[in-house]
């Protein structure tokens, strides 16, 4: 029949192209090895894990699509998940945005996962799917804050203290996680219509919020953490040694 509804399918979107310079220097973040595999790798095995995404598009260094397509090449992934690599921009707004571009006809549910947070549990994965699919526009998975966070006037120079402005109210603040999740129009229509300006955005769920559209949370995980210092190495390495020892792998 013509008029028969699709099946709902999902892509995922990893803006890989970044150098992430707090890790220091040499391979680009997402290609530091974590128990001997590049963090990339990890991040792609955990956005395939769920059943329901069928595509997975990493956007690449502009320099590095080959060297990144021979590393998924090289290393088992789900079959049942297509892969694709495209080069990605000076942003990561504007690599997301070519990642989109690069999605084929049907896809109804986009995920933007970082790279940078290898070990996000399927679980968390399909809860933002999930949530998409029953009706959200966007959603992010997200932890209650367990620090006291203050708002500050940033100080004129390094170094020097910065004066307290404003306490937030913990209880209404959150940690966001990735991966988020969109309905597919309406997270090409936020990267259509926000001006890419500076650095961009680093926060796709902030351009649908600017839109005027509703942006929703669902539980986070702790084990999702971003890998963007030597410390969280050493914590992201501790976490795959208790999955190997709790389920053999």
């Known amino acids: 029949m013509s008029d028969e509804v699709r099946p709902p399918r999902t892509a995922v979107v990893i803006p890989a192209a970044g150098r992430g310079v707090r890790l220091g220097p040499g391979a680009p973040k997402a290609l530091r090895a974590l128990n001997g595999t590049p963090m990339l790798i990890h991040a792609v095995r955990a956005m395939a894990a769920s059943r329901a995404v069928s595509l997975v ?3 690449a260094p502009s320099d590095g699509a080959a060297e990144v397509k021979n590393l998924l090449d090289a290393h088992a992934l789900p079959e049942r998940t297509d892969y694709l690599v495209v080069p990605g921009g000076d ?3 504007e690599s997301v945005h070519l990642g989109l571009k690069a999605l ?3 896809i109804t549910t986009v995920l933007v996962h970082d790279a940078a947070r290898p070990l996000v549990p ?9 949530a998409v699919r029953d009706g959200a526009v966007a959603v992010v998975p997200a932890l209650p804050v367990a620090d006291t966070v203050k708002e500050v006037e940033p100080a004129e120079k390094p170094g020097d203290p910065e004066q307290v402005v404003a306490t937030p109210v913990r209880a ?3 940690a966001v ?5 969109f ?3 309406t997270l090409v229509n936020a990267h259509a ?3 890419l300006t500076g650095e961009g955005a680093t926060d796709d769920a902030g351009m649908v919020e600017r839109l005027g559209a509703p942006v929703v949370v669902v539980p986070g995980h702790e084990e999702a953490f971003k890998v963007t210092r030597p410390l969280d190495l050493v914590l992201a390495e501790a976490v795959l040694a208790r999955r190997r020892a709790n389920d053999g792998f």
């Open 104 to 106: 084929p006809e049907g």
């Open 91 to 93: 942003t990561r707004q």
């Open 122 to 130: 399927v679980d968390t994965v399909d809860a933002v799917i999930e």
């Open 57 to 59: 598009v990493v956007v």
């Open 193 to 195: 219509t926000i001006a």
């Open 172 to 174: 209404r603040l959150r």
């Open 177 to 181: 996680q990735t991966p988020q999740g």
């Open 183 to 185: 309905d597919h129009d």
